[in-house]
């Protein structure tokens, strides 16, 4: 489970809304390209608005002309979602979050319509918590302790790496320790075998 998961579980429901409008569009396509350190295939401004367009027509994704207009599809309260935006755009202004600390650079306003958004119910899972309980071989061991032969298990399905949560604090606990070192322990075994 995520911090965002643990979030959203907090609410009544587990409901939480994502507003954003079509100006966010100009940040996204340059992230598609250079979102990791890998890349990946370059998009246009208009490519992503074709996404969202195609999240409309299958109704995975809301659009409408006002926040007023959004937050009545969403069946919420109209005068509320408008207070809220107008109350995060203002943070925007000034670079402070006063209610979740984003960083300024991270701010980023929700003006320019049309305006579009999601709902959810279902916390996100990121990684398996708990996982298949491993050797120091990376093979998964079966309920009484002993080993399934061939069968490994690296990266974030291993056991007993993440109680309750995942977590993004520890510099390197992901990649360095669960998909790199394991990945080498594992397959070091099975080229000895």
């Known amino acids: ?28 396509a340059p992230w598609y390209a250079r979102g990791s350190r890998y890349g990946g295939p370059e998009q246009s401004v208009g490519d992503v608005v074709a996404d969202w367009e195609t999240g409309v027509t299958k109704g995975t994704i809301l659009k409408a002309d006002t926040i007023e207009e959004l937050a009545k599809k969403f069946g919420l309260d109209a005068n509320k979602l408008k207070v809220t935006v107008d109350r995060y755009n203002g943070f925007c202004e000034t670079g ?11 701010l980023i306003p929700v003006k320019t319509g049309p305006f579009y ?4 119910n279902a916390p996100q899972l990121l990684i398996v918590c708990g996982g298949l309980r491993t050797n120091l ?23 007993d790496m993440f109680a309750n949560y995942y977590t993004f604090m520890p510099s390197g606990i992901n990649l360095g320790a669960t998909c790199i070192t394991f990945g080498y322990l594992a397959g070091k075994e099975i080229a000895g075998s």
Request: hydrophobic share 40%.
């Open 96 to 106: 402070i979050d006063e209610d979740f600390f984003k960083r300024a650079r991270l």
């Open 137 to 159: 071989k990376m093979q998964v061991l079966d309920t009484k302790g002993k080993v399934i032969p061939g069968l490994y298990a690296v990266g974030t399905i291993v056991g």
């Open 1 to 28: 489970m995520t911090h965002q998961g643990f979030t959203q579980m907090r609410q009544p429901g587990w409901k939480i809304f994502a507003v954003w409008d079509a100006a966010y569009a100009e940040r996204m």
């Open 117 to 120: 958004g999601q709902s959810s």
